[in-house]
């Protein structure tokens, strides 16, 4: 039986994005081991923590609003999480790597934000508080990490990149 109310949407769209920050999970280890700037490596260690706060919020939504996840698998993180993937296996260790894999997790950041940005809108207009007010500050983690990373390129990895280049 196809699901039909806002409710099931709210909750086919949490199951969605906790299936893909436990794909995160997996994927960012990687990607600072990819980095050569030791600052681009660390940050991603550090998002690699707050994904994992982020999980734990996700599982406070669940229990404070008495819902049940489905078991799906995100098919949009795990592409993005291939194109990460990609950079690491084509780009030899540098920083035109560095700028790929800069470029790579934006994209996760700039998903992850309109996911929780409309999980945000879903749970106010289900009067779920507890959930909407969770959410919003797994959101606002998700523009930090996306400022912090448009930081990093801005500063000089995109610089060193295009030197590297020529």
């Given at each position: 039986?196809?699901?039909?109310?806002?409710?099931?949407?709210?909750?086919?769209?949490?199951?969605?994005?906790?299936?893909?920050?436990?794909?995160?999970?997996?994927?960012l280890?990687?990607m600072?081991?990819?980095?050569?700037?030791?600052?681009?490596?660390?940050?991603?260690?550090?998002?690699?923590?707050?994904?994992?706060?982020?999980?734990?919020?996700?599982?406070?939504?669940?229990?404070a609003e008495?819902?049940k996840?489905?078991?799906i698998k995100?098919a949009?993180?795990e592409?993005?999480v291939?194109?990460?993937?990609?950079?690491?296996?084509?780009?030899?260790?540098?920083?035109?790597?560095?700028a790929?894999?800069?470029?790579?997790?934006?994209?996760?950041?700039?998903?992850?934000?309109?996911?929780y940005?409309?999980?945000c809108a879903?749970a106010?207009?289900?009067?779920?508080?507890?959930?909407?007010?969770?959410?919003?500050?797994?959101l606002?983690?998700?523009?930090a990490?996306?400022?912090?990373?448009?930081?990093?390129?801005?500063?000089?990895?995109?610089?060193?990149?295009?030197?590297?280049?020529?």
């Amino acid at each position: 039986m196809p699901a039909k109310t806002l409710e099931d949407l709210f909750i086919h769209a949490l199951s969605d994005v906790y299936s893909a920050e436990k794909q995160l999970t997996k994927a960012l280890p990687k990607m600072a081991r990819g980095a050569t700037n030791p600052e681009l490596a660390g940050a991603f260690q550090t998002h690699l923590e707050e994904t994992h706060g982020q999980i734990e919020r996700i599982d406070q939504v669940v229990e404070a609003e008495g819902l049940k996840l489905k078991r799906i698998k995100c098919a949009a993180m795990e592409g993005l999480v291939e194109e990460g993937g990609e950079v690491i296996e084509e780009f030899e260790k540098g920083a035109v790597r560095d700028a790929g894999l800069i470029a790579a997790a934006q994209k996760v950041e700039h998903y992850e934000i309109a996911t929780y940005g409309t999980l945000c809108a879903l749970a106010k207009h289900l009067g779920l508080k507890t959930a909407a007010k969770l959410l919003h500050e797994t959101l606002l983690e998700e523009k930090a990490t996306d400022e912090k990373l448009t930081k990093f390129a801005q500063m000089d990895i995109n610089e060193a990149a295009k030197a590297a280049s020529k």
